[in-house]
């Protein structure tokens, strides 16, 4: 029933009605938590690079997604369009290629997770295909950036795979991150 009264109250409103139902939506679409830079453009990058080893042939880590934390709130996963899986990390010796990117909330964020399937990660060693054990499967990535209404941010990680895997002595292989934002000096290593 209140429905239909509703419905008698848009009709006795007439054109107007339909204004109005249009406008709803518009600003209910505009507050639906997705960020939209006004260029719909992305405004935030994430790019990967990363340093040579000759431990072994190839590095290959499967990224899930990528989480943030803005200084004002709490962490949150960005919506961010993720790179074709996995990638090979020695691929990129003194090169760098995009991880993610999309649009993100403008605003100060204090540090990035990059989560990891460890199931689908692996090392080729000796021409061998192995499994590689990653702790907690994400990478922390301290250290804040900004994101302006507008601009692009880009966000480059190095990951330097030549300090980060460690051969145990079982014969496993263990990839413990070690990063360096660029253009930050302070290295981590989780």
């Known amino acids: 029933m209140r429905a239909s009264l509703a419905s008698r109250r848009l009709q006795h409103l007439g054109p107007a009605s339909s204004f ?3 406008l709803a939506g518009l600003v209910a679409s505009a507050c639906d938590g997705n960020p939209v830079s006004p260029s719909g453009q992305p405004n935030l990058t994430i790019m990967l690079t990363d340093a040579v080893t000759d431990d072994v042939e190839q590095v290959n880590v499967y990224f899930t997604s990528v989480t ?3 200084i004002d709130g709490p962490v949150v996963e960005l919506a ?3 790179t074709e899986n996995p ?3 020695l691929t990129l010796a003194d ?3 995009t991880l993610a990117a999309g649009v993100v909330e403008p605003g100060g964020y ?3 997770h990059i989560n990891i399937d460890e199931r689908r990660s692996h090392i080729v060693e000796n021409g061998i295909r192995k499994s590689l054990q990653i702790p907690s499967e994400e990478v922390k990535v ?3 950036f900004t994101v302006d209404d507008d601009q692009q941010a880009t966000v480059t990680i190095d990951f330097d795979a030549a300090e980060s895997l460690i051969l145990r002595g079982s ?3 263990l990839l413990r991150p070690v990063i360096v934002l660029t253009g930050n000096d302070r290295r981590s290593q989780f």
């Open 171 to 173: 014969g496993e292989w």
């Open 68 to 70: 943030a934390k803005p």
């Open 80 to 82: 961010l369009e993720l």
């Open 110 to 112: 204090e540090f990035i």
């Open 142 to 144: 301290l250290g804040g």
């Open 95 to 97: 090169d760098a290629t």
């Open 20 to 22: 109005l139902v249009g």
């Open 87 to 89: 990638i090979d990390l």
